[in-house]
């Protein structure tokens, strides 16, 4: 057999050739701000990785992009590993310090920065000193301390590569850090070989089936774990990628899908529930005939969330997978469970010493994971190593398996609520209670409770009047009654993290603070 190497270049080679004419759009504001087809995309890609050279960058170099979907993003996640370098994608919603935290463990020496993010390197450059040049993707901005560059400025004046140097699959080709809901963000480092098998994994049948035929609205960021994957698996595939740009607003997301007739949406829980929110205001105004699947991510699709868009004519897909898995591990098109594992992608759980737990539907264990695109330790020091035994990563997500392979997330380990000394779960009381036509978003976390050690409470955003012994009854229908919260905090908004997920550290800190907003309720009777 040939020795070839599995290269995230080469993704791009049956895009060019094959689907070469196949027009994509960038998007801002709503409309079209350039189309661009893989032959063009490819040029660009060729173009960058050039002008980069030109600029001494060199295999290993760490290259950060503070930037939004838009295709010249795109031609960097192409571009930069292409010659050897790396990309680092740049969380531009984590806090500055996050921010300047991350650029200096990836120790980036370049920055591609969307012009509306240049205030962010502004900010950041007297604590980065690594950085050497910045180049601005949309202008041409003049920062202290470093060599600025326009992009196109570069693109134009460089002599596009004949084609993209070959070496080892193993060489690293991205880093991404977790979004640090719980401390300082941890990093993960990508291989091509990591990132192509991944890509073809999510292009199977019996997985993501990312396909050519299909239109792919991509809402999640391009900043965070590659949108998921779509953008390398829909290159690859050929698929018409629909990328909106800086600051998507729900409004411009209507719009786009009224307009460039996806039928695929990818974005998280959050966005989809935003875009369902305004679509509401003036149904009249939209169409949104054209979808036919809505990806959701990063959290469990709420129920009530699925049904509205299934009431639209799209069907809900879901999955399970995180930073560390690059990201995705399961999937399911539908909205019962996290799915199965995908190809080459195997999955356990275990108990408190390690020892496997059965596949019976039943039985409650941590999640482990292990895999060609599961990352085997943290960049540097910025992860524990406890993270990690006998060659699993330990996930910290606590699921049963079905015997047919069906992984059904219970709770994260850290939201699990034990209250006299039973197990409650935060998700399954967040799903229910989104189910009440009065919740729009609901999220539970635990409170030490001096008798009981924890309880659960509630913060809702409400669409209409509902009282607290209402929502005792509704919950204590369905759960036992020491599942019932002890309190329903009333908030016009639930904190999220940067990327979309319930920020439960925020609510725990503002809860044990005392500053949310709350209408209380008597405790629920609990088992003795």
């Known amino acids: 057999m040939m020795d070839r190497p599995l290269l995230v ?15 994509n759009v960038s998007c801002a504001g709503g409309e079209v701000r350039r189309e661009f087809t893989y032959r063009e995309l490819g040029s660009a890609a060729r173009r960058l990785a050039a002008a980069l050279l030109e600029l001494g960058v060199r295999p290993g170099t760490k290259i950060g992009s503070l930037a939004w979907n838009s295709d010249r993003h795109l031609a960097a996640y192409f571009g930069v590993p292409g010659i050897g370098a790396v990309l680092h994608t740049i969380n531009q919603r984590m806090p500055a310090e996050h921010i300047v935290y991350s650029v200096n463990q990836a120790e980036d020496e370049v920055l591609l920065v969307d012009a509306d993010l240049v205030p962010v390197v502004r900010e950041i450059l007297p604590a980065t000193p690594a950085v050497k040049h ?3 993707l949309g202008g041409f901005a003049d920062l202290p301390g470093v060599r600025t560059w326009s992009f196109d400025t570069l693109l134009e004046e460089a002599t596009e590569l004949a084609e993209f140097p070959e070496f080892d699959e193993r060489t690293a080709s991205s880093i991404c850090f977790t979004s640090g809901t719980t401390g300082l963000p941890k990093g993960v480092v990508y291989t091509h070989r990591s990132t192509v098998l991944h890509a073809l994994a999510i292009s199977a049948a019996d997985g993501v089936a990312m396909s050519g035929h299909r239109a792919y609205l991509i809402a999640c960021q391009m900043s965070h774990v590659h ?5 390398h698996a829909g290159t690859l595939q050929g698929a018409r990628l629909i990328l909106p740009g800086p600051h998507p ?19 998280a829980p959050a966005v989809a529930a935003l875009i369902r929110d305004e679509y509401r205001k003036n149904p009249a105004a939209h169409d949104l005939s054209s979808l036919k699947t809505v990806w959701m991510g990063g959290q469990t699709p ?3 969330l699925a049904d509205w868009w299934a009431s639209v004519g799209a069907s809900t897909a879901n999955g399970w997978g995180m930073t560390e898995t690059s990201p995705m591990g399961t999937f399911l098109n539908g909205r019962d469970t996290q799915g199965v594992q995908l190809p080459l992608f195997e999955i356990r759980i275990v108990d408190d010493t390690g020892r496997e737990l059965p596949w019976d539907g039943r039985t409650t264990g941590e999640l482990e994971a292990r895999g060609p695109w599961v990352t085997g330790a943290y960049l540097g020091a910025t992860g524990p190593s406890g993270s990690f035994h006998d060659g699993w990563l330990r996930t910290g997500d606590v699921a049963v398996i079905s015997p047919a392979g069906a992984l059904r997330i219970k709770d994260r380990a850290k939201d699990l609520i034990k209250s006299g000394g039973e197990w409650i779960s935060s998700i399954e009381l967040e799903n229910h209670l989104m189910l009440h036509p009065a919740v729009d978003e609901a999220a539970v976390i635990g409170v030490p409770h001096e008798k009981w050690q924890e309880r659960p409470v509630a913060w809702i955003v409400t669409s209409a009047d509902v009282s607290d012994d209402e929502l005792k009854d509704y919950i204590g229908a369905k759960f036992p009654r020491y599942w019932v919260p002890d309190a329903f905090v009333r908030v016009e908004a639930i904190p999220k993290t940067s990327v979309g997920k319930l920020d439960k550290m925020t609510m725990r800190t503002r809860q044990a603070a005392g500053t949310a907003r709350q209408d209380t309720c008597a405790p629920a009777m609990l088992k003795a």
């Open 9 to 23: 270049s080469s993704l791009l080679h049956r895009a060019e050739r094959v689907f070469g004419d196949r027009v």
């Open 134 to 136: 910045v180049v601005d």
């Open 227 to 231: 949108s998921w994957g779509a953008p």
């Open 249 to 267: 607003t729900p409004a411009d997301f209507l719009r786009i899908i009224t307009t460039q007739a996806p039928d695929v949406l990818v974005g």
């Open 302 to 304: 709420p129920a009530a």
